[in-house]
């Protein structure tokens, strides 16, 4: 069974940085990409960053694309998501995804519970 | 970026009826879309992939149609379970994203 769990968020002010994480198991890990999502408080999901497989490739929304940084540990079967230079409209609960196909990078089958990151001073 | 505008924004419904919610792209995204549940608190669950595949374990009353840019979610028989908000998203490029969402609502 797939499982994804996300764990490290917080409350950080404004300007501070924060690292979640997401755990991962029941599948080949490095054989799919990831992704980050986030939803606000009453808002819809919007997607965040995504990362291929092995690693090499990425890519970010706009709105933290410079600040935000994905990354993965295969060997741990560990997402991650490095987010410096938080600002309020970052507060959101944030969820890591497993893309349905290996090697595709289109729809979610599986989702974390997601980990709530609140920023404000 | 791709933008996806859905209709209705909340629908409410008695069991047993149909429900249709519509998503419309803004460019041509091919079959490149997806249609999710979220129900409270918990995160989205997918339901249709590449515009009218069923993911595996979604009851067979749910099911989705394509027209060029327009898509359809259709839930043939409502039941009390169906109480969420829906959201189609386009994977045909980056950034994905998503409609607003439609909230259903049992009458």
């Known amino acids: 069974e797939v499982q994804l769990s996300e764990f490290g968020g917080g409350l950080i002010q404004p300007g501070g940085s924060l690292r979640v994480s997401c755990a991962a198991s029941?599948?080949?890990?490095?054989?799919?990409?990831m992704s980050w999502f986030r939803q606000a408080p009453g808002k819809g999901p919007e997607w965040v960053s995504d990362?291929?497989?092995?690693?090499?490739?990425?890519n970010y929304a706009d709105s933290v694309k410079g600040r935000f940084t994905i990354s993965r540990d295969n060997s741990k079967n560990t997402l991650y998501l490095q987010m410096n230079g938080l600002r309020d409209d970052d507060t959101a609960i944030y969820y890591c995804?497993?893309?349905?196909?290996?090697?595709?990078?289109?729809?979610?089958?599986?989702w974390g519970q997601g980990t709530l990151v609140t920023v404000s001073s | 970026d791709i933008q996806m505008t859905q209709s209705p924004s909340s629908v409410s419904a008695s069991v047993g009826d149909r429900v249709t919610i519509n998503c419309r792209a803004s460019?041509?995204?091919?079959?490149?879309l997806a249609w999710y549940q979220q129900k409270p608190g918990k995160a989205p669950k997918l339901l249709i992939y590449?515009?009218?595949s069923l993911q595996g374990g979604v009851p067979s009353r749910f099911s989705a149609t394509e027209s060029g840019t327009n898509f359809t979610l259709t839930i043939s028989s409502l039941q009390p379970e169906d109480l969420a908000t829906y959201y189609c998203?386009?994977?045909?490029?980056?950034?994905?994203?998503f409609g607003q969402g439609t909230r259903l609502y049992i009458k």
């Open positions: 590449a515009a009218s």
């Open positions: 029941g599948f080949t890990f490095s054989t799919y990409a």
């Open positions: 998203q386009q994977a045909y490029s980056f950034p994905i994203t």
């Open positions: 990362i291929s497989g092995s690693g090499d490739n990425t």
């Open positions: 460019q041509d995204i091919s079959r490149w």
């Open positions: 995804a497993k893309t349905k196909a290996s090697g595709g990078r289109d729809w979610f089958d599986s």
